[in-house]
Structures are given as structure tokens and as C-alpha cells.
């Protein structure tokens, strides 16, 4: 993929972030902890393309950031949002009961902060390159 894709993956993770907001107003906490999760992947993939990586194949966040070299706060908010990337959606996720009866409010919130923190780092990142 090229490089210059990178700022088309980045609006897509600031919309999805918006969405996720939305998502967790309406009391819908495991879609917003899911969407969430895809705009901080997202938001590492701008990150992975603009540094010129031709392909990324993992939905895991912390694989990402480990895939960039990077570490810190934005490691410990990729480990928060890789736990919702199958949990925020199959009920087979869990031994029992749906996702949407399962995840808090609380979840939600956090997820929302961890997304905000990786797209706040990615940005960061490009200011920097």
C-alpha cells in the first residue's frame, strides 16, 4: 500500500472515534468499545503506511505499536482496546450472555480514552516524521 494512504486510514480512525462517542451515548457499550478498537488499529495502520510498511495483516493493537518500535502509554491503551476486537461483538466470546449484556459503561469509557490516546499519539507521531 502506499504511503500516501495514510491520511485516508487517519480520517477513518478520527470518524470511527466520533462514532464510538455516539455509540457510548446511546448506551451502546460494546459497539463502542468495538469501534473503538478499530479506530485505534486504524489509527496505528496510518501510522504503519506513512512509515512506509507495504502491508499490515494483525487487527492486534499492541502488535502494532510493537511492529513500530514504539512502547509507553500507547502500548498499555493498545492492550485496552485488543481486548474488545472479539469480545465487543460475538456472544461466543464469553461463556455466557451477550456482548451488550456484558460490557459496562464503564468498558465503554475506558475504551473511548484508550482510543483517543492512540490517535493523540499517531498524531503526535506525524507532526514529528
Not at 469501534?35 to 504503519?48: D, F, M, R
Not at 514504539?70 to 481486548?83: K, P, S, T
Not at 465487543?88 to 451477550?98: K, L
Request: charged content about 25%; some cysteine.
Amino acid at each position: 500500500m502506499s504511503a500516501n494512504r495514510h491520511e485516508d486510514w487517519l480520517l477513518q480512525a478520527e470518524n470511527d472515534l466520533q462514532s464510538a462517542r455516539q455509540l457510548h451515548a446511546g448506551g451502546f457499550h460494546a459497539q463502542a468499545c468495538f469501534t473503538a478498537q478499530q479506530s485505534g488499529e486504524k489509527a496505528l495502520k496510518a501510522l504503519c503506511f506513512y512509515r512506509g510498511f507495504d502491508i499490515v495483516r494483525t487487527h492486534s493493537l499492541f502488535q502494532l505499536v510493537r511492529d513500530l518500535g514504539e512502547n509507553g502509554e500507547v502500548e498499555e491503551y493498545a492492550r485496552e482496546l485488543d481486548l474488545f476486537y472479539i469480545s465487543g461483538r460475538y456472544p461466543d466470546a464469553f461463556p455466557g450472555g451477550a456482548p451488550f449484556q456484558l460490557i459496562t459503561e464503564a468498558q465503554s469509557g475506558r475504551a473511548l480514552e484508550a482510543a483517543r490516546g492512540v490517535l493523540q499519539f499517531v498524531e503526535d507521531r506525524l507532526k514529528t516524521a
